[in-house]
């Protein structure tokens, strides 16, 4: 039960990272992570609820994963996300994957809708970020609310086996191995997002780097690029 404990602490500083970051807005957006085969544990919503930006512990609840509760009184006075497909989907089509966020940045909205495909432009600004766009981001073209698992089965044919989706005049998905990865290439997917839009709006062009730029543009490990910069992201909103 302590690791149940421990869990739901870690997605509750990682709604509140995403909302630190402008990954979200107000009530909307939700995290999760696979406990077992059968279960899940996920942010939910209550009628006291403040918004992502104030998730606690007690917000994030046990489920299965047909979104019935998984223990008796989970989901007394607690609702799951209307959007709950979106988790279960995702986790059911990639075992690999642990984590999933479902988040809404503007920026990467924005630049979708602007007609910006999102490609690796920089390298070492952010290698992570520049890897993610390398074999191009997948888009899911509609905006609709994915709420039930055949708009689920939809999005997640549109991620084409990959760890991120950009959901059309919505948001995205990200899907990691831990909870963090999947904030984080939220972070660098955002974070490209905005230096496209502000590529074009200073009238330039966007163009890949350089083919041969690749070779020493390493894969930092995960020292670095979670734990390093996770450690960065608790410290900055505590
Ligand atoms: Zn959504």
Known sequence: MTDLHEQRGLLARACRVAAARGLVDGILGHLSMR???E???IRCRS???S????????DIRLIRFDGTEAAAGELDGYRVPNE??????????????RAVAHLHPA????????????????????????RLARDGVPV??????????L????????????????????????AATSVQQAVLQAISLDALAKMSLRVRAAGGSLHDIDDRDWDDLPDLGPGFNVDAAWRYEVARIE
């Open 39 to 41: 279960r899940l544990l």
């Open 84 to 97: 709950l497909a979106i988790h279960v989907e995702t986790l059911l089509a990639q075992p690999h994957q």
């Open 51 to 58: 918004g992502v930006a104030f998730t606690q512990p007690s």
């Open 35 to 37: 406990v077992d085969d």
């Open 107 to 130: 920026a990467v909205v924005a630049a979708d809708l602007a007609g910006i495909t999102l490609r690796p432009i920089y390298g070492a600004y952010d290698i992570a970020g520049a």
């Open 47 to 49: 009628d006291t609820d």
């Open 151 to 174: 708009l689920g089965k939809e999005m997640v044919a549109a991620m084409r086996g990959q760890p991120i989706v950009i959901c059309r005049g919505h948001g995205i998905t990200s």
């Open 140 to 149: 899911y073209e509609r905006a609709v609310l994915i709420r039930n698992p």
